[in-house]
């Protein structure tokens, strides 16, 4: 036993000295001066560049170490890439069983500088290694040559590529502040300044094909660019795994921010899985839709006079992405010119063609509104259905969002629920199919001095209707191929009525009115025109029967002839409706 201990502990103290004689051999042949001459010459040659660094260092035990890299433009006067401090560690046990391990590799201080000059050249495309080309190459032209699993240039099918001799596995990879600034002289492309740090490992013992990837880590990043006077930041985080990649970015432009986060499941697959999330205490959606026409214009404008790449088929669809995806939605106040949404919240699911939202929901206007909605055959053509309602809207506030200079003429408190459908994008194929159906009402009703309101107070000599107060308005609409069938009741102190017909979608009218007034205001109206009397009911409450043509912009009103008294002559009734078509006319313009 004594033996064998003495045995273990000779081949121990043999395994050290050869290690340190090792390392002194490394350290004083591969001197600094010796490194730089063996391998500056052949980098320059690759590069075409000046290359230095200011020092290196081989170690058996703590491996290699490189500082002050740096790679010079072609003028040979500013840097184009600079590296702080490079570190390569090994383990030297694993290369029996014929695996390279890689214990770490770190990079701190990289910084690289990318520009495009006004010719729209960039600074990268001068390094000598992207032009090693053959004679017989450079006589085809630029033409690329087809990459196969056999290498490039290869016409034929090869047999598959054989294993790496060595299995190599990178334990530990470090970068720390990485740094990528890029410039554009033409001012076509954003300016930019990215820095991050990177940790993860990598396991490449099956390959480097995509499939093959093992490996995890995590991106830190900050993002400044400047594109024609805009200056967004974006700052986040990335962490990948063999099966999936999480995502949490921090957007920001002016005062409008975003966070976008989630994650992409089975990128690697046929149907890779995204979640995409967007959360923001307030965007101002008129500004951004601004900003994407700007910058659609400025792309429209820099491509204007480039000639086609060539000619495609309009007639043909683009495919849908082969994906799924989801998410939610979450802003916390939505704004659009005079709009304003809070809490507006949805969440979404696309899979086999299909769009799906669902608790689609927020608060406008005092009031809430919820809906769901589903698209077929997204993006294609479309095939859609949904729901929404909403309670509790205030009237006023919705007519000051949609016309804020206009007085204040109607006020309640609006809800309902309506189903809709259609097949379709353009207007002329939602005019055919697009379907609602529904029903709505409005509780505690001031209309204040409308203008169809004031006209027939004026033509009726009841001042009273000027401001009118009504306790509740119900109806139900159907919409069927471009006409909106309207039936609406409404009930007050001092009048009643009823509206049953349509409206078109192209504002034609066909809507006929029944007016009932309450008995002291039908006592007035009968003293001052006899002819209504027969229109009296019961409760002493006289009926005026109108009926609305035209269209929304330029509305006829008449009387309406199918509903007036028996005994009203001809001659009585033509003597009426022009009186009262003058008074509803008058100082409009229409007479």
Not at 34 to 50: D, H, I, N
């Amino acid at each position: 036993m004594k033996r064998l201990f003495k045995l273990l502990l000779a081949a121990v103290v043999l395994l050290l000295v050869v290690v340190v004689v090792g390392s002194l051999v490394l350290k004083f042949y591969f001197s600094n001066e010796r490194l730089r001459s063996l391998l500056l010459p052949p980098v320059r040659e690759a590069l075409g560049r000046q290359v230095d660094f200011g020092s290196c260092s081989i170690d058996l035990i703590r491996g290699i170490e490189l500082s002050g890299l740096v790679v010079k433009e072609a003028d040979g006067k500013t840097n184009f890439l600079t590296v702080e401090k490079l570190g390569l560690g090994y383990s030297l046990m694993p290369l029996l069983q014929k695996r390279l391990e890689i214990s770490k590799l770190s990079i701190s201080g990289l910084t690289v500088k990318v520009y495009r000059n006004r010719q729209g050249a960039f600074n990268y495309q001068s390094l000598k290694f992207l032009h090693s080309r053959t004679p017989a190459e450079n006589r085809q032209g630029a033409t690329l040559p087809a990459v196969s699993s056999a290498g490039i240039g290869s016409s034929t099918p090869a047999p598959a590529a054989s294993g790496l001799p060595l299995d190599i596995i990178l334990k530990h990879c470090r970068l720390a502040d990485v740094r990528l600034i890029f410039k554009d002289a033409l001012k076509e492309l954003p300016d930019f300044d990215l820095t991050a740090d990177f940790n993860g490992r990598f396991d490449f013992s099956k390959g480097f094909a995509p499939k093959d990837f093992n490996g995890s880590g995590q991106l830190d990043f900050v993002l400044n660019a400047l594109y024609r006077g805009l200056a967004p930041r974006a700052q986040g985080k990335i962490k990948l795994d063999p099966r999936q990649v999480e995502y949490r970015v921090e957007a920001r432009l002016k005062d409008q921010q975003c966070t976008l986060s989630g994650s992409l499941s089975d990128y690697l697959s046929k149907l890779p899985s995204l979640v995409l999330n967007l959360d923001s205490p307030r965007l101002d959606l008129a500004y951004l839709a601004g900003l994407a026409e700007q910058l659609g214009g400025a792309e429209k404008d820099r491509t204007a006079g480039r000639p086609a790449a060539g000619k495609s088929d309009s007639r043909k669809s683009s495919s849908p992405p082969a994906m799924v995806a989801g998410g939610q939605v979450r802003i916390g106040e939505a704004v659009y010119e005079n709009w304003q949404v809070n809490n507006f919240a949805l969440h979404y699911d696309y899979r086999n063609q299909k769009l799906k939202i669902s608790g689609l929901e927020g608060e406008i206007a005092g009031g809430h509104f919820s809906g769901n909605s589903e698209f077929d055959s997204f993006p294609a053509e479309l095939d859609f259905s949904g729901n929404f309602s909403f309670a509790d809207l205030g009237a006023a506030a919705l007519l000051k969002m949609a016309a804020p200079d206009s007085p204040r003429q109607l006020d309640g408190r609006l809800h309902g629920a309506f189903k809709f459908g259609g097949r379709g994008k353009t207007p002329a194929a939602l005019k055919k199919t697009l379907t609602l159906v529904g029903d709505y009402g409005l509780e505690e009703v001031e209309l204040k001095s409308t203008p169809l309101a004031r006209e027939l107070a004026v033509t009726l000599g009841l001042p009273e209707l000027n401001d009118l107060a009504i306790d509740r308005l119900d109806g139900d609409l159907k919409l069927i191929k471009g006409l909106l069938h309207l039936n609406n009741r409404w009930s007050g102190r001092l009048l009643k009525g009823r509206a049953v017909g349509t409206v078109g979608l192209d504002g034609r009218l066909d809507l006929p009115v029944s007016l009932v007034f309450n008995r002291d205001l039908s006592s007035r109206l009968v003293h001052k025109y006899a002819w209504l009397e027969g229109s009296l009911n019961e409760q002493g409450e006289a009926t005026l029967n109108l009926y609305l043509n035209g269209s929304i912009e330029q509305p006829n009103i008449r009387l309406d002839r199918g509903k007036l008294p028996q005994q009203l002559g001809k001659t009585v009734q033509k003597k009426v409706e022009q009186q009262l078509l003058k008074r509803l006319y008058k100082g409009s313009g229409k007479e």
